[in-house]
């Protein structure tokens, strides 16, 4: 027999060796939240109750998920963003944190009545944000189509209305798809295939490759593509905003003045490392 407050413990003893103990916690609040519908509160309220077989079923397919390793957002199937809930699986990247900082860095530039396009969208969490918290004209694009089609559900259920692109920037008949704007921004793939090897299963075994890795020999390879594009459709005095790899900074600074960028801004997230980047198009 199993209560409400017996499952931390039952956490503790599935996963008390695969995960710290923060993560426990936060796996707890989860399955309060998504089992029983209970906030922390709740969850002391009721410590005693006794769980239902169904509960306990429910209970046992998450940990068993978990122990293989499966992120806990695409077990319940989403994640939260910038104050919202967004759909996730596994052909998006699970929103994460620092992304929520490059959102805020726009939003507090003041995007109201521009027009913006997100490359390589994803879920749509920076470009839904962004729309949900100002009156901007938003394009999406991605090169998965299946990506797309979850950033669709969001944008549906958040109530926005966002222009969605399906193309691959790397090709050459991208412009065809673009038109001019004021405000562009990307968070590419900038992890390293050789950083597979120290990364969690959590995020190697599940999370779309395509959406994170590039090779070490050509890590901006996207930021340059992107760079190029941003010179043909951004119009004058348009912005250019880039989350980065944290040991790149110096090379996209460097990288955004030989293309001809002026007002470059370098920003660090909340631990302190380069993660963004912004600059100013008025050729
Ligand atoms: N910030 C993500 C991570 O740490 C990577 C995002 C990306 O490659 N654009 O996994």
């Given at each position: 027999m199993l209560k409400v407050k017996d499952i931390r413990r039952y956490l503790n003893e599935h996963l008390g060796e695969q995960y710290p103990s923060s993560e426990l916690r936060s796996f707890q609040n989860w399955i309060l939240e998504f089992l029983l519908d209970y906030s922390t509160a709740?969850?002391?309220?009721?410590?005693?109750?006794?769980?239902?077989?169904e509960t306990i079923n429910e209970l046992e397919r998450v940990v068993q998920l978990l122990v293989k390793s499966k992120p806990i957002q695409q077990i319940f199937g989403h994640a939260w963003f910038y104050g919202c809930k967004f759909s996730v699986n596994e052909h998006v990247l699970i929103p994460r944190p620092e992304t929520e900082e490059l959102v805020d860095w726009i939003l507090k530039d003041d995007p109201n009545n521009k027009s913006l396009l997100d490359i390589g969208t994803g879920s749509g969490c920076i470009s839904i944000s962004i729309a949900m918290n100002s009156s901007v004209n938003v394009s999406s694009l991605d090169i998965s189509e299946n990506a797309l089609l979850m950033a669709k559900e969001n944008a549906k259920t958040l109530k926005t209305k966002i222009h969605f692109i399906h193309t691959d920037i790397m090709s050459d008949g991208v412009l065809n798809h673009l038109s001019q704007y004021d405000i562009i921004v990307?968070?590419?793939?900038?992890?390293?295939?050789?950083?597979?090897?120290?990364?969690?299963?959590?995020?190697?075994?599940?999370?779309?490759?395509?959406?994170?890795?590039?090779?070490?020999?050509?890590?901006?390879?996207?930021?340059?593509?992107?760079?190029?594009?941003?010179?043909?459709?951004?119009?004058?005095?348009?912005?250019?905003?880039?989350?980065?790899?944290e040991l790149k900074g110096k090379e996209m600074v460097e990288l955004l003045k030989n293309k001809g960028f002026t007002q470059i801004e370098l920003k660090q997230d909340m631990q302190g490392k380069d993660r963004m980047i912004k600059a100013l198009w008025n050729v």
């Amino acid at each position: 027999m199993l209560k409400v407050k017996d499952i931390r413990r039952y956490l503790n003893e599935h996963l008390g060796e695969q995960y710290p103990s923060s993560e426990l916690r936060s796996f707890q609040n989860w399955i309060l939240e998504f089992l029983l519908d209970y906030s922390t509160a709740d969850a002391l309220m009721n410590a005693e109750k006794t769980l239902q077989e169904e509960t306990i079923n429910e209970l046992e397919r998450v940990v068993q998920l978990l122990v293989k390793s499966k992120p806990i957002q695409q077990i319940f199937g989403h994640a939260w963003f910038y104050g919202c809930k967004f759909s996730v699986n596994e052909h998006v990247l699970i929103p994460r944190p620092e992304t929520e900082e490059l959102v805020d860095w726009i939003l507090k530039d003041d995007p109201n009545n521009k027009s913006l396009l997100d490359i390589g969208t994803g879920s749509g969490c920076i470009s839904i944000s962004i729309a949900m918290n100002s009156s901007v004209n938003v394009s999406s694009l991605d090169i998965s189509e299946n990506a797309l089609l979850m950033a669709k559900e969001n944008a549906k259920t958040l109530k926005t209305k966002i222009h969605f692109i399906h193309t691959d920037i790397m090709s050459d008949g991208v412009l065809n798809h673009l038109s001019q704007y004021d405000i562009i921004v990307s968070n590419p793939p900038y992890v390293l295939e050789s950083d597979k090897q120290v990364m969690a299963d959590n995020v190697i075994k599940y999370e779309p490759h395509l959406a994170l890795f590039v090779p070490n020999e050509n890590a901006l390879k996207f930021y340059l593509k992107i760079t190029d594009i941003a010179c043909k459709t951004l119009k004058p005095g348009g912005i250019l905003y880039f989350e980065i790899h944290e040991l790149k900074g110096k090379e996209m600074v460097e990288l955004l003045k030989n293309k001809g960028f002026t007002q470059i801004e370098l920003k660090q997230d909340m631990q302190g490392k380069d993660r963004m980047i912004k600059a100013l198009w008025n050729v």
